[in-house]
């Protein structure tokens, strides 16, 4: 069975800095796209981010480009994003999730919570 | 990255059918076979409930159906449950190389 299972999240004020982690399990991790996809307080998903299997290529939404960076550890089975120079638009769920390839995502994890704000 | 267009909010009865739409562009729902839906119960992670457009993953159930024409994916539930109560999303991969969510529609079981 697929798990996703993320940490990290909490408070940051604004200009901080906040590093996501997401534990991967029953699955080839290193053969997977992984996705980090956000959700602001009842607003719709947002993706954020992609990685591809080996950690060579990413892509970024224009609103975090520059700021966030995502990376993968596949000896642990760890993905990661890297969230600089915070503003309070950050503020969502953000959720970890997978596919096997980067057109779509399949599984996902069960979010957490970052909130930005003095 | 404009997101696709989803209707606000859909209704129906149980045991009825009822269609959610999503309006993308000719760079992303008319162009490419990858559209993808989501049911998200508050508080929730998202699930996929159908992918490549018209496919379910294994074991769920064939009340949910998914089809496109042009630039419009559609959502179909049949034999409406109240378990279905949810929000849906829909998503499209796009010409730039991303992926592109829909605002989401809220299904209330009456």
Same mark, same amino acid.
């Given at each position: 069975e697929v798990q996703l299972v993320e940490s990290g999240g909490g408070l940051a004020q604004p200009g901080g800095s906040l590093r996501l982690s997401c534990a991967a399990s029953g699955f080839a991790?290193?053969?997977?796209?992984?996705y980090w996809?956000?959700?602001a307080p009842g607003k719709g998903l947002v993706w954020v981010s992609r990685i591809n299997g080996d950690g060579s290529h990413?892509?970024?939404?224009?609103?975090?480009?520059?700021?966030?960076?995502?990376?993968?550890?596949?000896?642990?089975?760890t993905l990661y994003l890297q969230m600089n120079s915070l503003r309070a638009e950050d503020t969502a769920?953000?959720?970890c999730a997978s596919g096997?390839?980067?057109?779509e995502v399949e599984a996902w994890g069960q979010g957490t919570l970052v909130t930005v704000s003095s | 990255q404009s997101a696709l267009t989803q209707p606000a909010s859909? =209704?129906?009865?149980?045991?009825? =059918?009822?269609?959610?739409s999503c309006t993308g562009t000719s760079s992303d729902v008319g162009n490419?076979?990858?559209v993808s839906w989501y049911q998200q119960h508050p508080g929730k992670a998202p699930k996929l409930i159908i992918f490549d457009v018209t496919n379910r993953p294994s074991g769920l159930s064939n009340r949910f159906s998914g089809s496109k024409s042009g630039n419009t994916a559609s959502l179909t539930i049949s034999g409406l449950q109240a378990e279905d109560e949810a929000d849906y999303y829909c998503c499209s991969y796009a010409s730039s190389t991303t992926l592109v969510f829909g605002g989401g529609t809220k299904l209330t079981v009456l």
């Open positions: 991790f290193r053969s997977y796209w992984m996809v956000r959700q990413t892509r970024y939404v224009d609103s975090v480009k520059g700021r966030f960076t995502m990376s993968r550890d596949n000896a642990k089975n769920v953000y959720y096997i390839t980067m057109k | 859909v =209704s129906g009865s149980p045991g009825q =059918s009822i269609t959610i490419y076979n990858y």
